[in-house]
């Protein structure tokens, strides 16, 4: 909407600079003053270089644009921008929030090495309210702002819920405190099979599950996927149902053993770096054992016996066959995945709600910003 607003340059009405860089190796842990990087806090220093919070804008690497705004007493390093403003009509609050709303395609420049350089970014014009509109603008946006920080701190409650669920109900898994049976993955699975080496291909019928279609806090992320055509006679060993568990067996070592439970009804097909495993039911419950694959202890476990490169790190089907589970009686496990997905049914609403908040943010920010 066009408000009227005078528009300036933000080359005549802030200070653009990079400071002093400072190497991560001197950085001090136990340090004073918090060091900004690119994309936040990055560590402590014994001094600072800002006194006051300044506007910080990513100026190097993937993530380029990207606005924060530093701590008092900060020190702040070079692939950091800082965005000051220099006028007196206008306020680092209002600024934070512009710059925002900013399309910095025109702006970034290197393909290798994406950077937003003070000559680039000093032609960016941006709209100057009074004051009084400016303060208006930063309180109307920082509230939803703030209320979408509230939805996604209850998404992290109830992550911490479901794990201390497990805990309280089962014990702490390699202490096997509560004296269960153990029995290695393998013996508690009907089948474990490998998904097809065959590519991707535009156009292909059966949606396709590669590794980074499984989050690190063990879910699926279905918001990116590929398609491929596949044989009817190497289809049975890598089409997945509800109820599969699905490791991924190559990843870096951080990431390798990511798991997560196939809980929807569509036909898909997985990749050759997942292993799909088929649980018996009758003695493993799948949603215990994608939560029991997922906690801090058993991902330990998986980096001690994954071999290869840190950045090509390899779980094949007969280690992973050899997990150690611990095995409560089946009624305890199903009683816990029935929790579980009490949870995982509230996290939706939150979810819901979340984007209900942010396609509201992005209306007013459309509303202020774009004429």
């Known amino acids: 909407m066009n408000h009227g607003w005078e528009k300036k340059r933000l080359g005549e009405v802030c ?41 910080l804008l990513t100026c190097r690497g993937a993530t380029c644009g990207a606005i924060n705004l530093s701590n008092p007493k900060s020190w702040i390093n070079g692939n950091a921008m800082v965005v000051h403003p220099i006028l007196e009509g206008l ?23 994406p950077q937003i350089t003070r000559i680039s970014l000093s032609p960016v014009v941006i709209p100057l309210p009074s004051l009084e509109n400016q303060n208006q603008i930063v309180s109307e946006l920082d509230k939803l702002n703030e209320l979408i920080e509230i939805k996604r701190n209850q998404l992290k409650d109830l992550d911490t819920l479901a794990q201390s669920l497990f805990y309280e109900t089962f014990g702490e898994p390699f202490m096997n ?19 097809t080496s065959l590519p991707a291909v535009d156009g292909g019928y059966y949606p396709y599950i590669r590794m980074n279609n499984l989050t690190d806090n063990g879910y699926l992320d279905l918001s990116n ?13 890598c089409l997945v149902r509800k109820g599969d568990i699905l490791f991924n067996r190559t990843n870096s070592r951080e990431k390798v053993g990511k798991s997560a439970l196939f809980d929807r009804a569509d036909k898909m097909v997985i990749a050759g770096y997942i292993i799909r495993v088929r649980a018996k039911t009758d003695m493993l419950d799948p949603v215990f054992a994608v939560r029991y694959l997922n906690l801090p202890e058993l ?38 995945a029935s929790k579980i997905e009490a949870i995982e049914a509230q996290k939706k609403r939150v979810e819901a709600s979340i984007a209900d908040l942010e396609t509201l943010l992005a209306s007013r920010m459309d509303y202020w910003f774009n004429d």
């Open 177 to 195: 405190s509560k004296g269960w049976s153990i029995i290695n993955f393998g013996d508690l699975a009907s089948s474990i099979n490998y998904g």
């Open 299 to 336: 991902k330990e476990h998986l980096r001690k016996i994954c071999r290869g490169a840190v950045n090509q790190a390899n779980i094949n089907s007969k280690e992973m066959a050899s997990i150690p589970f611990i095995v409560p009686p089946i009624n305890l496990q199903n009683q816990f």
């Open 91 to 113: 306020s680092k609050s209002y600024l934070r929030i512009v710059l925002q709303a900013v399309d910095y395609t025109g702006v970034i420049t290197g393909a290798a090495q």
């Open 15 to 55: 200070e653009i600079y990079q400071p002093k860089t400072i190497s991560t190796k001197d950085l001090v842990e136990g340090g004073e003053y918090d060091v900004f990087g690119a994309n936040g806090i990055i560590g402590k220093y014994t001094s600072y270089n800002h006194e006051e919070p300044e506007v």
């Open 225 to 237: 996927l590929k398609y491929i055509d596949i044989p009817e006679s190497e289809l049975d060993k």
